[in-house]
């Protein structure tokens, strides 16, 4: 096999304007709202910071449902499976750095946190032309746990529950460098077995 997708005529392609995509679209816009509601007055106001609370949690669901509806409902577009990693990138980036300006999040955190991101997003990228390599478990595990543990930061917790949140993310973490690692071992094995001119 040559490795070009199927271009059966009979066959209609995804159009890009299906709700998958509206979906990707939509977490990327409320990206900057979740920044401002995140640094109204001086960013640690109760109520703006549960309002942002919010905000982050529909865009970390409109992640969960995407992607489901994408791939069982036959909506995967190029726009799609480009847009849809630097929609959650963008999202859990803002998060990060908006928490550690705050001082509310340590930046060597959010540091590891994004190189990991930003260096995976680029090598799925570099990959992609000969497929995808899909998410594993711990892979999805990982994207819960951060999004849970940026979820806590955002609140404006004390005591037993701020210990709790510092739990969960020292769990988050760890999951982001060991998936990391394991995704691009994972790449290099690809690589190395794949047929030469491939």
Same mark, same amino acid.
């Given at each position: ?18 709700? %998958? ?8 816009? $409320? ?20 309002? %942002? ?7 970390? @669901? ?32 803002? %998060?990060?750095?908006? $928490? ?12 590891? @946190? ?20 899909? %998410? ?15 979820? $806590?930061?955002?609140?404006? $917790? ?41």
């Amino acid at each position: 096999m040559s490795g070009q997708p199927h271009t059966d005529p009979l066959v209609p392609r995804a159009r890009v304007a299906n709700i %998958a995509n509206v979906l990707t679209g939509m977490r990327m816009a $409320l990206v900057p709202v979740f920044l401002v509601v995140l640094f109204v007055g001086d960013g640690h106001e109760t109520f703006w910071r549960i309002a %942002a609370f919010v905000v982050f949690t529909v865009a970390v @669901i409109t992640d969960r449902f995407d992607g489901a509806l994408a791939r069982n409902y036959g909506m995967v577009t190029e726009f799609g499976t480009l847009a849809d990693p630097i929609a959650d990138k963008a999202l859990i980036g803002a %998060a990060l750095i908006g $928490l550690s300006l705050l001082g509310d999040m340590p930046w060597w955190i959010t540091v590891v @946190i994004l190189t990991r991101e930003i260096g995976i997003t680029v090598l799925r990228f570099a990959v992609l032309r000969h497929g995808v390599i899909p %998410a594993s478990r711990g892979g999805k595990l990982k994207t819960l746990v951060q999004g849970v543990a940026i979820g $806590l930061f955002v609140l404006p $917790l004390s005591g037993a529950w701020l210990a709790a949140a510092w739990v969960v993310m020292c769990a988050a973490v760890i999951l982001t460098v060991v998936t990391g690692v394991d995704y691009v071992v994972t790449a290099i094995k690809d690589s190395r077995g794949r047929p030469a001119g491939q």
